[in-house]
């Protein structure tokens, strides 16, 4: 049995505020566990589950739309148009218009996100899925619930994958991208790009009726009160940018539903402050 004393522990040296006491891992070189930039959000999970959530059921009740046959949302309207005049599915002309708008914001200086890109693709491949797997309708007792779940279930889905926040739709970034270039106000640039949409969709032989109508009036409350319900809290350490970001964003917006719901506003480029419910209203996040 030794008798000997044990190796004196080398004090801790307190360094300046903030910086690693001296004998510490972080100073040795090695990762400080408690580094904000070496920790995973603890709400990534969440939202990328919202955001694919969202934009899977997006593609389904557009799907549900289709299939009531009374009228699309206004880019719907003219994928079918599209579709009617390509031979394609309307889901792979939702794709390659998604594509193709996104290539214009190239010249308006828009910058896309994950859920930018994922837009183009997921809602498209899930909306030609759905149509395989739902019957053909007929009588109007089957499709009228039909329209009105797809424009219900629409908001649900856009309220999932905006309050994700991971960036604008291509066709939101368009519109948002065009009121920040030219000036106009957001309801000016919405009302004429979906005028556009609408009359050359209607034009090639899309669905203009009934549905059309009531999707327009209806998805921008839903999804405002999914936005509420669906809202991911911001980690700890981004909560005072998400809080500066709140109330600087908390004017009202040009025309259609305001959500004020900071929980859902991350810390974003000015551009998407507003994202815009695609075919419907503006929100406020």
Do not use: C
């Amino acid at each position: 049995m030794s008798t000997g004393s044990a190796a004196p522990i080398p004090p801790v040296t307190p360094g300046p505020a903030g910086a690693a006491p001296a004998g510490s891992t972080a100073a040795a070189g090695g990762a400080d566990p408690r580094d904000p930039a070496r920790r995973v959000p603890r709400r990534l999970p969440r939202r990328l589950f919202q955001l694919y959530a969202g934009l899977v059921l997006y593609g389904a009740s557009s799907a549900l739309l289709v299939r009531a046959g009374l009228g699309l949302e206004p880019w719907n309207v003219l994928h079918q148009g599209l579709s009617e005049l390509t031979g394609l599915s309307i889901g792979t002309m939702a794709i390659l218009v998604g594509a193709a708008v996104l290539l214009l914001w190239i010249p308006i200086r828009q910058r896309p996100g994950l859920g930018t890109v994922s837009n183009v693709v997921v809602i498209g491949l899930a909306m030609d899925a759905s149509l395989l797997l739902l019957p053909e309708l007929t009588g109007l007792g089957v499709r009228i619930p039909a329209l009105v779940a797809g424009v219900v279930l629409n908001g649900i889905a856009t309220g999932l994958y905006i309050a994700a926040r991971f960036g604008p739709g291509p066709r939101d970034g368009l519109m948002t991208g065009l009121h920040r270039l030219t000036g106009r106000s957001i309801r000016l640039v919405r009302t004429g790009l979906e005028v556009v949409v609408v009359a050359t969709g209607f034009a090639l032989g899309g669905s203009v009726g009934i549905g059309t109508v009531l999707y327009a009036l209806a998805i921008g409350p839903l999804a405002q009160l999914a936005l509420r319900l669906f809202a991911v809290p911001a980690d700890s350490d981004t909560a005072n940018n998400v809080t500066a970001d709140s109330d600087n964003s908390s004017t009202g917006t040009e025309g259609g539903s305001r959500v004020v719901a900071s929980a859902t506003t991350s810390a974003t480029t000015p551009d998407e402050e507003a994202p815009a419910v695609p075919g419907g209203a503006i929100l406020r996040r």
